[in-house]
């Protein structure tokens, strides 16, 4: 069964931090471009970041650029874990949402409907 898991939610304090992992199993997403995505309540799923298969595409909304940063492990390793990452730095209140890990078989995309496969999701609250 194909499976997306995010975990490393969890509430913080304005100005902190957290990390978001996303693992994925029962298929091989190694070559598929990988995206997080949240969802407010009452709001629209809106795109975070993405990064590409290989790691050397990532793209971010304007609202957290230079806070939080995209990885992934080394897609061409067949030995590493196929997870990808979200570190997010001096979070705001406005961050948050339940946070969705996806896949997508695009090189690297920014919309919702590009995605195939997506996560649980993992809650983010961020206090003032």
């Known amino acids: 069964q194909v499976q997306l898991v995010e975990s490393g939610g969890g509430l913080v304090q304005a100005g902190g931090s957290l990390r978001l992992s996303c693992a994925a199993s029962g298929g091989n997403f190694r070559s598929y471009g990988k995206g997080w995505f949240r969802q407010a309540p009452g709001k629209e799923r809106e795109f975070v970041a993405a990064?590409?298969?290989?790691?050397?595409?990532?793209?971010?909304?304007?609202?957290v650029k230079g806070r939080f940063t995209i990885s992934r492990d080394d897609a061409k390793d067949t030995d590493a874990k196929d997870t990808v990452y979200l570190q997010m730095n001096s979070l705001k209140p406005e961050d948050t949402a339940v946070y969705y890990c996806?896949?997508?078989?695009?090189?690297?995309?920014?919309?919702?409907?590009?995605?195939?496969?997506w996560g649980q999701g993992t809650q983010v609250t961020v206090s003032s």
């Open positions: 996806a896949a997508t078989t695009q090189l690297i995309h920014t919309r919702v409907y590009a995605y195939n496969y």
């Open positions: 990064i590409s298969w290989s790691g050397g595409s990532t793209s971010y909304a304007d609202s």
